[in-house]
């Protein structure tokens, strides 16, 4: 089944530690998104990738890196100098192409201690 | 920055009724794509909508449809005969980059 998948659901992590967030897709989308969602505030954009190798900063990709080796990949690192970590994050892929629909992954829950 | 705001955080409708949830956005461009995104409790983001502010029409899907005044930067989602799995967070984006806070919708059977 052609999806997208975010791993693991729950994560754990102590304070100063870095910690990756898997993203996998096998829609063969050129486009990848990661969001933070917080209550009472919405997606916030992080990161995106419009191809292999190429991303672009959203509104709050302080503390937070990626990658895109590959075009179904697209993991988030949550780096210690994030300030406010504990979150739940979603990523999202689509056809490039601004009125294609976005698929999202089931999300990740992070939260440090 | 572009800005999406959506005013009521939570509505309610009795089953079978109409509902209208209110989205209002803030842009200098001339053509951008708006979205309506659906989140029920799983947390699994749904495509409910899309309209292309360059398009006059509203677009409509089934029981849903917007209500798109471009020159107020307006989206209304209009969702008719509310079904209990209508129950949900709605979100309104302004491409895929800007989310409003969401509008939670209760619906009473």
């Known amino acids: 089944d052609g999806g997208i998948t975010q791993s693991p659901k729950y994560l754990f992590r102590k304070e100063g530690q870095n910690v990756t967030l898997s993203c996998e897709q096998n829609?063969?989308?050129?486009?990848m998104y990661w969001y933070r969602q917080d209550p009472g505030q919405g997606l916030r954009l992080i990161y995106y990738?419009?191809?292999?190798?190429?991303?672009q900063k959203g509104d709050i990709a302080e503390g937070y890196s990626v990658s895109r080796e590959k075009k179904e990949s697209f993991p988030l690192t949550v780096t210690s100098a994030q300030k406010n970590p504990t979150a739940f994050y979603l990523c999202?892929?689509?056809?490039?192409?601004?009125?294609?629909?976005?698929?999202f992954g089931q999300g990740t829950r992070l939260t440090v201690v | 920055a572009q800005t999406v705001t959506q005013s009521q955080p939570e509505m309610s409708v009795q089953e079978a009724e109409t509902v209208t949830l209110s989205c209002t956005y803030d842009?200098?461009?001339?053509?951008?794509?708006l979205f309506w995104y659906k989140q029920p409790p799983s947390r699994q983001m749904i495509l409910v909508i899309r309209?292309?502010?360059?398009?006059?029409q509203n677009a409509t899907e089934n029981r849903f449809s917007v209500n798109f005044q471009k020159a107020a930067k307006s989206f209304s989602l209009k969702i008719s005969d509310s079904q209990l799995g209508d129950a949900a967070m709605y979100f309104c984006?302004?491409?895929?980059?800007?989310f409003g806070t969401g509008t939670s919708l209760t619906v009473i059977p």
């Open positions: 990738s419009q191809i292999v190798n190429d991303f």
């Open positions: 309209q292309e502010a360059y398009k006059q």
């Open positions: 999202a892929s689509r056809h490039r192409g601004v009125l294609t629909e976005a698929f």
């Open positions: 842009t200098s461009e001339s053509d951008y794509y």
């Open positions: 984006a302004y491409d895929q980059f800007y």
């Open positions: 829609l063969n989308h050129d486009a």
